[in-house]
């Protein structure tokens, strides 16, 4: 006899996450057997952003998130620079390029202790208050030496994402929310002892990945040695490709490619499509690419379950990630599943901290940051990157020296999307179809799969379009 | 002379205020803190980017936040940090309500369009009536960040789910503080805790409810460039001084981003906006240290974060203040100005 359970709000994730779940008992396993991914939170930056000067978008859009507000302060400024017809110097793409890494670094470790190792570790008798009880607590969970060992590791976490953002704050001015990313470059102008002294925190970072962040990595995994395979979700991967290695783009330290249906491919965003039959748009917005697509909400529509709408790759469900990138790239394809996903992770965060360190030697104090170019009357550009959770795009145009359109689709949107209008699952839902579910009541394995995607919610749902009127009426 | 950015600093650091509490004065707070148990907290985001819990997270000045959370607060609910989810979330949250003595935070603006569903806070609960119930029952509200305290980027113009404030939505029937910023620093919504803690009474607030411990002073009275700053009579209008940009004049201005000296006429509102950021600075690594940077040393214009009218009365964020702007389709703030309400003082333009 199938259950259907809300699970929300689902906590240690970014912004507004539940998930509805069909839970059944099959051959002997209770699982789940149908999932659906809502996205419970609205802004609309898409309209606050038409009719501005286009130089405000590169610290508008950070404001989408405060998690990974640096991705979008790249897109946003790679979009720029199309429209605008610029390129930024070698100085400001190493020093994007550094911010960006000591935001990546932050993420992940804030994303492996802070949001995710609760699932994991069994802390009573370790920590016994809010906000660490109550709790789940599952017998599968590490207890004793392990788990102190890991508490212990929680605390010292803490310390280092700190250190990680005051380490991108010394060219980034201040993080969450740099202000150094402009179209044509960054602001900062860097010195002998600014590259000093972010090597020395860089280095600590370094220490702190290779001996202690992915070792317990290896030490979950290695006790959960079932979530190899639990979680696996469509198998497709997409990665727009990030930190550029020289400044047309051409060669990125994580490039940028597809893996669909078991080849690898390349990438042309004009196949991108979003569907809409499960989201609360109208059905003519439906099968549209970003650049040209439109927006009428229709919160009360049948059906319909989320805010986010459907990205496609040719009709395909990809997820994006650290592990799609790492895939894409040839760094890791030992698996695809939870813990292929938390291992994927931390092996980049090493690899792009090892990367960090290369971009500070070729750093060339006196030397440019930033080209100026005045905005112009029309323009229109796309800027690509890659978020600490996967592929990030704008998509912009520029009208009598405004912004006249504004598109934004983030990782999560492809990650968290609901069913398309083919009914094919989106990628977490399709990863919790077939979780085991032990106890109803303590639905950990369901919190393990949803976390190893490293959602962000804030980012997900989706912005409407100018002229429209939001409508919202969430199904409850 | 020609202004090095390391002087630029050192002047910040002479004409700085006194940064409030000290860390040794938490430190006291905690010991007496540990002997009674916690302050209990519940925190709400709504239409958020939760850039202020992760400037909180960053927090280190007074406190780190494993002491905070292991000696100083009970954080019976935070979205990012709390080990629950789903219903025993929610119980953990409606027990604590239900006892009252608990300081809200909220985070984030509250939409409320189509009665509130632009935001749940979980299934079938709105921000809207979350924070009204979760209101009723607090000893005291914090508004962390700009967006809950004033609406900011979350109700910038066209607002399309006409996102408003803490104070909009609840008023001041119960104890209200405004700690602004995009994001909040986290020295500000620490300080203010640890102050509150120690005296059991609101901080000095000024007329937009923000600790003038904090939000005393104008960001352009503290800054490096002050003795380079030249008003609006010395620029042509939305272009860099060209007449002034010579060692005769002895004003240093900046012509384009990334050159030394005042940046008013890069859109600098530093004149219009309240903090103490010249001084603290941002992301700092030691206890009772100031970081090592802020926005304007690293050659980025203040952009106005902690004011009431920002974004939109702070922009374009590159076009000098005092100069006509209009922003988008729907309302707009029409031209840059300063802090609206009365107490303010007027744009420090000396």
């Known amino acids: ?476 | 002379m020609d202004l090095t950015r390391r002087d630029f600093l050192k002047a910040s650091s002479a004409v700085g205020a006194a940064l409030g509490l000290t860390a040794s004065g938490v430190l006291d707070l905690q010991e007496s803190y540990a002997k009674e148990g916690g302050l209990p907290v519940i925190w709400l985001t709504g239409s958020s980017c939760t850039g202020c819990s992760v400037s909180v997270l960053n927090s280190i000045y007074y406190a780190t936040i494993d002491n905070l959370l292991i000696n100083t607060l009970d954080m019976e609910y935070h979205t990012q940090l709390s080990a629950a989810a789903g219903a025993l979330a929610v119980k953990a949250m409606e027990d604590r309500r239900k006892a009252g003595g608990y300081a809200l935070v909220v985070e984030g603006a509250i939409p409320t369009a189509d009665t509130g569903k632009g935001c749940y806070v979980w299934p079938g609960m709105t921000m809207l009536s979350a924070v009204k119930s979760y209101a009723a029952n607090a000893t005291m509200i914090i508004a962390c960040g700009t967006c809950a305290s004033f609406g900011g980027v979350a109700a910038a113009a066209p607002n399309p789910t006409a996102a408003k404030s803490v104070q909009a939505v609840v008023g001041t029937a119960k104890p209200l503080i405004n700690i602004p910023g995009c994001p909040v620093h986290p020295d500000w919504i620490v300080g203010t805790i640890a102050s509150y803690l120690s005296t059991k009474k609101l901080p000095t607030l000024d007329s937009n409810r923000r600790p003038t411990a904090y939000y005393g002073a104008t960001v352009h009275s503290a800054c490096g460039w002050r003795t380079q700053y030249v008003g609006p009579s010395h620029h042509s209008k939305g272009k860099p001084c060209t007449t002034c940009h010579s060692s005769n004049m002895g004003h240093i201005i900046a012509g384009v981003l990334g050159d030394s000296g005042c940046m008013y006429g890069l859109g600098c509102k530093g004149p219009l906006t309240y903090a103490d950021c010249p001084n603290r600075r941002w992301n700092s690594g030691t206890a009772n240290t100031p970081g090592m940077h802020w926005c304007v040393s690293a050659y980025a214009p203040c952009n106005g974060c902690t004011q009431p009218n920002f974004p939109d009365g702070m922009s374009p964020f590159y076009a000098m203040s005092g100069t006509a702007t209009t922003n988008t389709g729907g309302t707009t703030s029409g031209t840059t100005s300063g802090g609206t309400t009365s107490g303010d003082r007027e744009r420090d333009d000396d």
Request: proline share 4%; aromatic share 8%; glycine share 10%.
């Open chain 1, 1 to 476: 006899m199938a259950t259907v359970m809300k699970l929300g709000p689902v906590t240690r994730v970014e912004g507004h996450l539940e998930v509805e779940l069909t839970i059944d008992t099959v051959n002997g396993v209770q699982q789940v057997v149908d999932a659906k991914s809502v996205g419970a939170m609205f802004r609309g930056f898409e309209k606050i952003l038409v009719g501005r000067d286009p130089r405000d978008a590169t610290h508008l859009t950070q404001r989408i998130c405060g998690v990974c507000p640096v991705s979008h302060g790249m897109a946003s400024s790679l979009a720029l620079e199309q429209a605008f017809g610029v390129t930024a110097p070698t100085n400001g793409r190493l020093i994007r390029n550094l911010v960006l890494g000591a935001n990546y670094i932050q993420s992940h470790i804030l994303h492996f202790y802070h949001l995710n190792a609760a699932d994991y570790i069994n802390t009573t008798g370790i920590l016994d208050m809010s906000p660490w009880t109550p709790r789940y607590t599952t017998p599968d969970m590490v207890t004793g030496a392990t788990a102190s060992a890991l508490v212990t590791n929680y605390v010292a976490a803490l310390a280092m994402r700190r250190r990680a953002h005051q380490m991108g704050a010394i060219m980034g001015g201040k993080l969450p929310h740099t202000p150094v990313f402009v179209v044509g470059g960054a602001t900062d102008k860097v010195t002998a002892d600014q590259i000093t002294q972010f090597r020395t925190i860089l280095t600590d970072l370094r220490t702190f990945i290779n001996n202690t962040y992915i070792k317990d990595v290896q030490t979950v995994a290695s006790a959960f040695a079932q979530y190899d395979t639990i979680g696996k979700g469509p198998g497709n991967f997409l990665s727009y490709g990030v930190f550029d290695q020289d400044n047309a783009g051409t060669t990125k330290l994580l490039k940028r490619g597809r893996y669909t249906g078991g080849s690898f491919q390349t990438v042309d965003v004009a196949q991108i499509k979003e569907y809409v039959k499960y989201s609360w748009y109208a059905a003519t917005d439906g099968n549209k690419n970003p650049a040209t697509g439109t927006t009428a909400a229709s919160a009360s529509k049948t059906g319909a379950y989320s805010w986010i709408k459907a990205p496609r790759y040719i009709d395909a469900v990809h997820e994006a990630g650290p592990l799609a990138r790492m895939y894409v790239n040839g760094d890791y394809r030992a698996g695809i599943g939870v813990n292929h996903r938390l291992m994927a992770r931390a092996l980049e965060a090493k690899k792009v901290a090892d990367a960090m360190d290369g971009w500070l030697n070729q750093l060339v104090v006196g030397q440019a940051s930033y080209t100026y170019k005045a905005v112009p009357a029309t323009g229109s550009g796309i800027g690509l990157t890659e978020a600490p959770r996967g592929a990030l795009g704008h998509w912009m145009g520029i009208g009598s020296s405004r912004i006249n359109r504004y598109q934004i689709i983030t990782p999560t949107a492809w990650n968290a999307s609901p069913r398309d209008d083919a009914g094919r699952l989106g990628a977490i839902e399709q990863a919790l179809v077939g979780t085991p579910v032990k106890d109803i009541n303590q639905p950990v394995e369901v919190l393990r799969v949803i976390h190893s995607f490293d959602p962000c919610l804030s980012c997900s749902v989706h912005m409407a379009r100018p002229g429209e009127k939001a409508e919202l009426i969430i199904n409850a």
